[in-house]
Nanobody, 128 residues
Framework: QVQLVESGGGLVQVGGSLTLSCAASGGTFSRLAMGWFRQAPGRERELVVAISWTGENTKYTDRVRGRFTASRDNTKKMLYLQMDNLKPEDTAVYYC?????????????????????WGQGTQVTVSS
């Protein structure tokens, strides 16, 4: 069983930056495919970025590519999301997710339905 706890959300002005963190416990972190998702009020949960075991492979949604950077530290069992040049449309609850990936270190998992473990979420609000 894997537990995930997000932190780092908050209120920021347009153009500002935030760094989200996700602490994992249980499981073998280095064998987990990870992802950041977000859900805004009245909208479906969407993928922000998926990241492979080693962090070498990532896939970003077009809405954040070039502004957000995901990384992971397998020794610390941590996942990060650096968010720069934030926009009002980035306002959402952000979730980290994990799945034990049997497909190997290079695979990114983009479907929310595939993930087995979810954090409780952290609110990000971007004010204009």
């Amino acid at each position: 069983q894997v537990q995930l706890v997000e932190s780092g959300g908050g209120l920021v002005q347009v153009g500002g930056s935030l760094t989200l963190s996700c602490a994992a416990s249980g499981g073998t972190f280095s064998r987990l495919a990870m992802g950041w998702f977000r859900q805004a009020p009245g909208r479906e949960r969407e993928l922000v970025v998926a990241i492979s075991w080693t962090g070498e492979n990532t896939k970003y949604t077009d809405r954040v590519r070039g502004r957000f950077t995901a990384s992971r530290d397998n020794t610390k069992k941590m996942l990060y999301l650096q968010m720069d040049n934030l926009k009002p449309e980035d306002t959402a609850v952000y979730y980290c997710a994990a799945v034990a990936d049997p497909f190997g270190p290079a695979v990114v998992v983009t479907s929310a339905a595939t993930y087995d473990y979810w954090g409780q979420g952290t609110q990000v609000t971007v004010s204009s």
